[in-house]
Structures are given as C-alpha cells and as structure tokens.
C-alpha cells in the first residue's frame, strides 16, 4: 500500500492506495486562509501539519497501515515557509495567491537581467523569490533569522523526517530554479539575499528523500517507510491522471485554473507570462498557463446571488440559458496570471441593466472563466506545442454542462475521464510507488484512465462565444490603468 498526501490551499487530502492503484482509504481536512491586508494570502504551518495528522489518523481508522510501503507528497505551490537555525517558523506561510510583492518582482529582474532565460517565466508576485525579497525589504528582523525556506508540501517533509528536501516541479516554481539544467541558480538566490544553504536539496520527483521517524511510525501505526520527492500540486495531479509522456496535455478546474502540458524539452513563453517547470518526472518538463480565480469565481457568484449551491447553479444556467445575454465577466477576483501577469486586476461586470438577473450573473461567470482558458489556450499554443488530446481534471470538471461549455468556447476537443476529480493525491501516491517500483514501469503505474466522456466543439455556438470574446478581451485593455 501507499499513502499520497496533498497539502491544499483549502485542505490536506490524504489517501492510501492498493499495489495495484485502488483507493482503499481518504479523508480531507479542511484548513482556513488569512487574508489580513490587501492582497495579503497566508497560512499557518502549524495547521497544515495538524490537518495532515488528523487525516492520517483517518485513514488508519479505515485500514491497517502497517503494510504501507512508501509515502508520496503533493501540495500548493510558491508558498514561503521561513524556518530559523531551530527548525522553527518564523511567521506565516506566504501563499501562491498573495499579490503583495508586485515591486520585488521588478527589482529582482532588474538585477537580474537574465532571470527569464534562467527560469523561463516572467517574476511574478505569486512565486516564491519575490515573497523573500519583500521579507528582507519590509520584515528584516525576521529575514536575518531565516535558515531554510521551504515550499509548503516540504514543510510537511520536514515534519515527518527531519530532511530539507524538495523535488525538481515544485522548485522550478520558486524562481530560483534555473529550470533547463534542473539545479539552483545562485545569481537568483544571490537577488535575494539567500545561498544555496537556505535551499532544501533538490531531488526528482520519484526519488527518496529520507524515511518516516521512527517516533511518527509508532504514532502512525506504520514502519519507518520511504517518503518520496513527490511534486507540485499540478504536477501530481498530471500524474495521477497519466499526463506523464509529451504530447499529453491537462485542463486542471480547481479554486486556480491550470492548462498544463508536458514536454521531453524545455520550453518557454514568458512574454505571455506561461509558465515553464520541470515535471515530477525525470527527464521530462511541462508548461503551464495559469488563471488565479477558476471554480473559486463559481463559489462567490452563488453565495453572492442565493444558490443553494454550484451544481444548483449550474442546472439553472443549463436549462435556463439566455443565449442572447450581453453581459460578460472578467474574473480576476485574485489579479491574473496568464497572459496578463497582473496581481492589481480585479473582477468586472459589464452589461448590466435593471433586468440583469442573478442567473445571468452566473452565466457570465461561467463564461468568463472560459474565456481566461481560451487566453491560456492561445499563450501555450504560441510556443507550437500541439498537445494531441486535453484531459479535464479538478472538483470543476464534475459538471458535464461545464465542461461542454469550455469545449465551445476554446475550441478543442475536451476528454474526461474516470478519478479526474481525484487530483494530485492520487499522483503524490503513484510517485511514492514509481519511486519503489522504479520510474520505468511509469506507464504500468501511471495508466492513462478510462474514457468517461469527450466533449467536441459546437459549431453552432462559434460566433457567440467568439463574439463576447472579442469585447471580453477588449474590457481588460480599456480598463487595465484603472486598476
């Protein structure tokens, strides 16, 4: 048996798995973030180890745990979690989706002028460079204790064996990567104010990086077992859905959404703020485009206009459609990524008139979010990667109206298939088995999964969607020097 364990913004999702991939045991505990200035997103480490805890004691509540061989770790990505020369935090965790840093960004390119040839990527305030560079500009207190820094699923590492490891896709997230020869640049670290000592050993994805202490195997009911590299959260969660050789290629609908395709090579867009990343495989890398606000804008516009829920939501836009609607959302809620790179853009209604009702609200939503793929789409295919299929993953691919919707409006061909909602829990515990296993039985491990549904586009719907595209597109040049 393996365990994978995927550290969330919302919640640790643990789960153990057969030999031979079945989901015998899961559980989610749900965490909270704080947000207590603008553009502020943190967390405390010490819940994500208590979650991470309570829901392995869950599992072993559902089955013995005894026989568990090896423990893989997948979690969110970017987020800075400064330890002291005791191990200890020094302040709160700064996550994925914290905009405050927009100024460090610039100041780290400035000196150094190369660091997107370095990474591939565009500085952005979500990574994790420029979150320590404002550290050491508005926090130097703290900055002058800072020993490690580790991405959060390494945290959890730590915790569980005492080791500063990281794994190649999570890395490659930081900034600090030089992303092409997979190691640590010390011109980026040196932007910084860091070295290579405040950086955890790097090892690929299916790689073990130190065993279970002995003190947790007791607690835990387990044996001091392997814990492996693992990966990013999208880099797992393309390998629990068997997105591992290139030419494949993942649409992830979480709280953030994620197109993500692999490659045997480096490549980079970073002009359209694309991201490129090393993948959780040896030898292989992916590129990502990356929108801040996906399943989250669904959440808000039905709290905000009385849905009992999403998927209420969504029934009512599919019966009740108003293809004649004018209204059209921009769904920045938490600035945007791709193609924009911009942490100060904000959501926006336009349209709307005294019989705007709450469900074409809604439908406007729904369409936003797909016109931010459709952007994402167009940054990725620019670098002439042409992924032969797209798989649709993440708690947003649930709705088949939805997933329709986004065949339409991007204009490919869209897969679904069985454990898509499963996500990078399922990867984190198939890297923990390729790294027992050996990584050359990944295509034994990391099937590609059965067929649920393929969604084609409808030509039908074409000019519609392509029309409020247009002036989807042209809102956010019109308004962009009033954010």
């Known amino acids: 048996m393996y365990i994978g364990i995927d550290l969330g913004t919302s919640g640790v999702k643990s789960i153990l798995t057969s030999t031979n991939g079945e989901i015998l045991a899961s559980k989610t505990v749900s965490i909270e973030v704080s947000r207590p200035k603008h553009l502020w997103s943190e967390q405390n480490p010490s819940d994500w180890w208590d979650a991470t805890c309570t829901s392995i004691k869950a599992l072993s509540e559902q089955a013995d745990l005894s026989g568990v061989l090896a423990i893989g770790l997948a979690g969110q990505m970017h987020g800075a979690t400064l330890l002291d020369k005791n191990g200890e935090v020094l302040r709160p965790a700064i996550l994925w989706n914290d905009g405050r840093c927009d100024e460090e960004c610039k100041q780290i390119e400035e000196d150094v002028p190369n660091s997107r040839e370095i990474t591939g990527n565009i500085m952005m305030s979500g990574f994790t460079a420029p979150k320590l560079k404002w550290v050491k500009n508005h926090e130097p207190v703290v900055f002058d204790q800072v020993r490690k820094v580790l991405l959060p699923k390494d945290y959890l590492r730590f915790k569980m064996s005492g ?55 007791e607690e835990w009911g387990m044996k001091q077992v392997p814990i492996i590299a693992g990966g990013g959260d999208n880099a797992a969660g393309a390998i ?39 993948h959780a495989l040896p030898n ?38 108003d293809r004649n609607s004018k209204l059209v959302f921009l769904p920045y809620l938490s600035g945007e ?4 790179n911009n942490p100060n853009a904000t959501g926006m209604f336009f349209g709307m008139t005294h019989s705007t009702t709450r469900l074409e609200l809604a439908q406007a939503v729904l369409e936003g979010v797909g016109f931010a793929f459709a952007d994402g789409f167009d940054a990725l295919h620019d670098t002439e990667t042409a992924p032969e299929e797209i798989s649709l993953i993440g708690g947003g691919a649930r709705s088949e109206y ?5 065949s339409d409006i991007t204009g490919f061909s869209l897969v679904y298939r069985q454990g898509g909602e499963v996500g990078a829990s ?11 296993e050996g990584v050359d039985k990944v295509d034994d491990i990391c099937p590609i999964p059965e067929l649920i549904q393929r969604h084609n586009p409808n030509s039908d719907l074409k000019g519609y969607y392509e029309d409020k595209r247009k002036i989807y597109q042209e809102l956010y040049h019109r308004v962009i020097d009033l954010y």
């Open 402 to 406: 939805w997933r329709q919707m986004l």
């Open 284 to 321: 292989k890398w992916h590129t990502m485009s990356v929108i801040l606000s996906a399943a989250s804008c669904l959440k808000w516009v039905a709290d905000m206009t009385g849905f009992a829920d999403v998927a209420t939501m969504i029934e009512d836009v599919q019966n009740n459609a």
């Open 337 to 340: 990524r791709t193609p924009h």
């Open 163 to 217: 080791d500063y490891a990281s794994d190649m896709s999570d890395s490659a997230g930081t900034m600090w990567l030089d992303v092409k020869a997979r190691d640590w640049s010390d011109d980026l670290l040196a932007a910084c104010g860091l070295t290579r000592e405040h950086m955890p050993k790097l090892y690929e994805g299916t790689d073990i990086t130190g065993h279970l202490s002995a003190e947790l195997a």
């Open 426 to 436: 399922l990867g984190a515990a198939r890297l923990a088995m390729l790294g027992v």
């Open 240 to 278: 629990g859905v068997g997105i591992t050789q290139a030419g494949s290629a993942m649409l992830s609908l979480g709280s953030s959404g994620v197109y993500f395709a692999v490659s045997s090579n480096f490549i980079s867009n970073p002009e359209q703020a694309l991201h490129s990343f090393c």
